[in-house]
């Protein structure tokens, strides 16, 4: 069991890791002045929503922008946090900012995801409406972040690792 978390923690941290470049060179072009970025990132994002028809990043709604924000002002920040106390292993004291961090991932996600598979996406002069095939595949590409935040959301309520509590010595 504790190799099993181990190598759990060992995800989650190149998870955060990972999300740092992820997050500052992708998902906040949504919100950023298209001038910050170089135009081969930007030539990149208009690859990938042409070539994945994702509408979201296109041309993102008010609702998505509010993830993105989230993602900029609250998220960012924690990431080098978890990284850390991944990387290292066994920091209790992460325990509650990662079930709030997962929790909340988890459920923006889910938003998401029902919109890609439910939404409507009028086809535009920029993108055609995409295709079940291709809504399936936008779901995949989203899917990691609500599989691993369930995983750190699980892996933080029952794993012993992290919900024993130490016995404070007294004085």
């Known amino acids: 069991m504790a190799s099993l978390v181990r190598l759990l923690e060992w995800i989650f941290f190149f998870y955060f890791f990972s999300h740092i470049p992820i997050t500052l060179l992708v998902d906040l072009q949504a919100i950023l002045p298209s001038s ?28 998505f922008l509010s993830f993105v924000y989230c993602e900029a002002i609250v998220q960012l920040p924690f990431f080098p946090v978890a990284a850390y106390a991944f990387l290292k292993g066994g920091c209790r004291w992460i325990r509650v900012p990662a079930i709030v961090y997962s ?6 996600v889910l938003a998401i995801l029902a919109h890609l598979l439910f939404g409507d996406f009028p ?8 295709t079940q095939k291709e809504r399936l595949t936008l779901v995949a590409v989203y899917a990691p972040y609500l599989v691993i935040p369930v ?8 794993s012993p690792r992290y919900c024993k509590e130490e016995k404070r010595k007294r004085k």
Not at 42 to 48: A, E, G, I, T, V
Not at 103 to 108: E, G, L
């Open 123 to 130: 086809k535009t002069a920029e993108l055609d409406s995409p």
């Open 103 to 108: 929790s909340h991932v988890a459920t923006t």
């Open 36 to 63: 910050w970025y170089p135009q081969q990132l930007l030539d990149l994002m208009k690859w990938y929503t042409a070539t994945f028809k994702d509408h979201l990043m296109r041309n993102p709604p008010p609702w």
């Open 151 to 158: 995983l750190i959301l699980v892996t933080m309520l029952f």
